[in-house]
T-cell receptor
Framework: DTGVSQDPRHKITKRGQNVTFRCDPISEHNRLYWYRQTLGQGPEFLTYFQNEAQLEKSRLLSDRFSAERPKGSFSTLEIQRTEQGDSAMYLC???????????FGPGTRLLVL | AQKVTQAQTEISVVEKEDVTLDCVYETRDTTYYLFWYKQPPSGELVFLIRRNSFDEQNEISGRYSWNFQKSTSSFNFTITASQVVDSAVYFCALRRAGNMLTFGGGTRLMVKP
């Protein structure tokens, strides 16, 4: 049974460019979460999906951010017109049911120059 | 609002010493879940333990033990006979049933040989 996978693991981009990250949850996990972690801080919630429905979005998720989970399996997180403040680790987690533990992927480390 | 506080930002111990990582939380919910995750230098968050608000029994798993005290809103984590491989950042987190995790700021543990 494979864990949560994320791609790419590292991304360097120039300010103003668009980037897209992918998350593949554990098979049959119906809930998928995105978090952002800046250096020296704990992860902060961005958004989550139950199947293909996006159920909650944080105020951190500005209009430059969009997330999708079109078929209820993998998810993508896109950042448009990146800014230096977007530099962070983007973590994905998945779970099944309402009380189960969230299992995290290895993260995508983004650096905006 | 929910909040998790890890007052110790960094702890340094010598191998074989015991160490306790503190976690204090705030929530108005009567049903909630508490977690500890380990984040080694590779960046992936590794699940260690989950405890629900109705279960105040302490738990021991090998060299790890957890002390949950609802009266003081604390969920502390003790590593007995620490090892160099225990060096990592440890996060305490709080979750409402069905919702996202709220993380503390993390405690960086350095175990020196």
């Amino acid at each position: 049974d494979t864990g949560v996978s994320q791609d790419p693991r590292h991304k360097i981009t120039k300010r103003g460019q668009n980037v897209t990250f992918r998350c593949d949850p554990i098979s049959e996990h119906n809930r998928l979460y995105w978090y952002r972690q800046t250096l020296g801080q704990g992860p902060e919630f961005l958004t989550y999906f139950q199947n293909e429905a996006q159920l909650e979005k944080s105020r951190l998720l500005s209009d430059r951010f969009s997330a999708e989970r079109p078929k209820g399996s993998f998810s993508t997180l896109e950042i448009q017109r990146t800014e230096q403040g977007d530099s962070a680790m983007y973590l994905c987690a998945s779970t099944v049911g309402l009380q189960e533990t969230q299992y995290f992927g290895p993260g995508t480390r983004l650096l905006v120059l | 609002a929910q909040k998790v506080t890890q007052a110790q930002t960094e702890i340094s111990v010598v191998e074989k010493e015991d160490v306790t990582l503190d976690c204090v939380y705030e929530t108005r919910d009567t049903t909630y879940y508490l977690f500890w995750y380990k984040q080694p230098p590779s960046g992936e968050l590794v699940f260690l333990i989950r405890r629900n608000s109705f279960d105040e029994q302490n738990e021991i798993s090998g060299r790890y033990s957890w002390n949950f005290q609802k009266s003081t809103s604390s969920f502390n984590f003790t590593i007995t006979a620490s090892q160099v491989v225990d060096s990592a950042v440890y996060f305490c987190a709080l979750r409402r049933a069905g919702n996202m995790l709220t993380f503390g700021g993390g405690t960086r543990l350095m175990v020196k040989p």
